[in-house]
């Protein structure tokens, strides 16, 4: 192994050319700190470019506690790529930054410095700094310091020391973050702030108004933090408006061709959502609010200059018309949970996941006449797939169940809007096993399917013979060819023999298999949506082999993004497809409580 000598090429943070802004943050909105690379992706070093055209140059600095950029120090605009280093033991081949001893040739980034003088200012710090090889410009707990060289150990950095005449020798803290030239190893900042106050970068140092950085292969609009969490590698969160960030949302959550006003629905629904993510500080292990990830919403900025996945301006416009609004339920913005399609409704939040119906009245399911509309450009508006009872008993065994029987049949529990809220296995030995949406292995795995809208052998709820409710299109039945009854005004029980009499509508009932009417007395007014007896149908299907016939792709919550773009074709603005979606809402700003 050899020693490659560090190449002490003049530190030169030219002071030329820097027009230091504040961050353009406007005050009133909230801002989003967005996590690009963290946990188990931490990065040892995190590489920034300037997008060409799109700002030049770098500020070094921290975000304070209003996440308002605090600048400490700049380049000048001819350095377009920096890589934030972890700053401990770190080498470089000449490809790659780590913090594994390289096997051939290396340089050592890291360790031991000489402090030549502490200053209290930028500039004058940059001036001494120029002065010597090897030296830069580094911020030590709300001080600036002007260090030199690189240096492996204590002994090597004392040497150094008094031959140049320095003042102290000195390492980092855990929490410390250096900055060189992508592919270079001379430092340009070090940023040492203990563990309250984390490296920050804004890219550009010439006022350009629209500033795009690449990161890993997307440019980004707003800042970047680089904190090291106990004393980790780099966890790397992109700070914008929350404007700017839903602009990096709509064209990843929804084709950036489909009609404006559907655009303007997942607008609404994705700055709804984030809205809640900020409150709930969703990630707040890693110091965030939202990811970049299906498991939040995508993310990718401007995007990868691939032109149908990326922002255009109709997606941009989609934000800034709709900016400011919130779909708001008693004045709160929504957790506004969406996905690709349901194949026919949406369902309440408690019978697919362990949430709450008090606390998400408005994810209460809707029966949507409009989705099958667009089923000519929905890959999923139908599937079918099919199990043999071996195939099924064989799937279960895998998952530690069905030993030593097989399925005998299937018992679907499907709620009032046509869902299977819960699937029971029946063995032949008797025994049986239930599955529900709300389990980490339930229905949807069990069957391998991409919804809960769907049948058995043709068993089940069909669409067309669902459930009349408050809300639905239907406004007549007829009863046995002979009497039509008004379903919008008046309610009626019919008996098995076709006999039918009408109710008031003020009263409940209990209806007897013979169909005696007896008016229950109800304590408390029930509304709509707290039904306590949401399941409607089961269905008990044995046989050799189960055909499940269903439509729909998600998680079968709030808006049906298939839906929206229907809604969009049939006319509706982007207020109503939100509101129709997620009922008992409105589509405001988010002051106009
Ligand atoms: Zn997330």
């Not at 795009?212 to 004393?231: A, C």
């Not at 929206?564 to 700003?589: L, N």
């Amino acid at each position: 192994m050899k020693k490659i000598l560090l190449q002490l090429s003049a530190v030169c943070l030219s002071a030329a050319l820097c027009l230091p802004t504040c961050f353009a943050a406007r005050t009133h909105e909230p801002i989003v700190q967005v996590g690009l690379a963290y946990g188990s992706g931490a990065l040892t070093a995190a590489n920034l470019q300037n997008s060409d055209g799109y700002g030049a140059g770098y500020r070094f600095g921290y975000f304070d506690q209003d996440l308002e950029f605090v600048e400490l120090g700049y380049t000048d605009e001819n350095l377009d790529k920096i890589t934030m280093l972890r700053a401990s033991e770190l080498y470089f081949d000449g490809t790659q930054y780590s913090t594994e001893k390289p096997s051939g040739d290396y340089e050592t980034i890291g360790c031991y410095h000489v402090v030549l003088d502490y200053f209290d200012d930028y500039e004058e710090a940059c001036d001494l700094a120029q002065e010597y090889d090897g030296a830069f410009v580094a911020w030590i707990e709300d001080g600036y310091q002007v260090r030199q060289g690189v240096y492996e150990t204590m002994g090597e950095a004392m040497e150094a020391m008094e031959e140049l005449e320095g003042d102290d020798v000195s390492g980092t803290s855990a929490y410390a973050v250096n900055v060189v030239e992508t592919g270079e190893t001379q430092l340009l900042f070090q940023f040492d702030g203990g563990s309250s106050k984390s490296f920050g970068v804004m890219p550009d140092v010439t006022e350009e108004e629209d500033v795009h950085t690449w990161f890993k292969g997307y440019r980004y609009r707003g800042g970047f933090r680089y904190q090291r969490i106990n004393g980790g590698d780099l966890t790397v969160v992109n700070i914008v408006d929350i404007e700017t960030y839903i602009k990096g949302v709509v064209p990843y959550e929804m084709t950036n061709s489909w009609p404006l006003e559907a655009l303007k629905a997942q607008a609404v629904c994705a700055r709804s959502y984030a809205y809640n993510c900020i409150q709930d500080r969703s990630h707040v292990s890693s110091n965030f609010d939202i990811c970049t990830t299906e498991c939040c919403q995508v993310y990718r900025g401007v995007g990868a200059k691939v032109s149908n996945y990326q922002a255009n301006e109709r997606t941009d416009r989609a934000v800034e018309e709709t900016a400011g609004m919130y779909a708001l339920y008693n004045g709160e913005p929504i957790v506004a949970y969406y996905s690709s399609s349901h194949g026919g409704a949406s369902e309440r939040i408690d019978l697919v996941q362990n949430s709450s119906f008090a606390k998400y009245p408005y994810i209460c399911g809707v029966i949507d006449p409009y989705e099958k509309n667009v089923a000519h450009i929905n890959s999923y508006s139908s599937w079918t797939k099919a199990w043999t009872r071996d195939e099924l008993t064989q799937r279960l065994r895998e998952r530690g169940y069905a030993q030593n029987t097989r399925v005998e049949s299937i018992e679907l529990t499907y709620s009032q809007n046509g869902n299977v809220v819960q699937s029971r296995v029946i063995y032949e030995n008797g025994k049986d096993q239930v599955f529900t949406p709300k389990m980490s292995w339930g229905t949807r795995s069990l069957f391998g399917l991409s919804s809960l809208h769907f049948t058995i052998n043709g068993e089940g709820v069909k669409e067309d013979t669902a459930v009349t409710r408050p809300g639905s299109s239907a406004t007549g039945i007829v009863v046995n060819e002979r009497e039509s009854l008004n379903l919008e005004e008046t309610l009626y029980v019919i008996s098995g023999t076709g006999k039918t009499s009408e109710l008031d509508l003020e009263d409940t009932y209990i209806i007897s298999g013979t169909g005696k009417v007896t008016v229950l007395e109800v304590e408390e007014e029930e509304t709509v949506f707290e039904s306590d007896t949401p399941v409607d149908t089961v269905v008990t299907i044995t046989a050799e082999k189960f055909v499940l016939e269903g439509a729909g792709n998600g998680h079968q919550m709030g808006m049906s993004q298939f839906g929206a773009y229907a809604m969009a074709e049939e006319g509706f603005t982007y207020d109503e497809i939100v509101e129709f979606y997620y009922p008992g809402t409105r589509v405001k700003e988010l002051d106009q409580k």
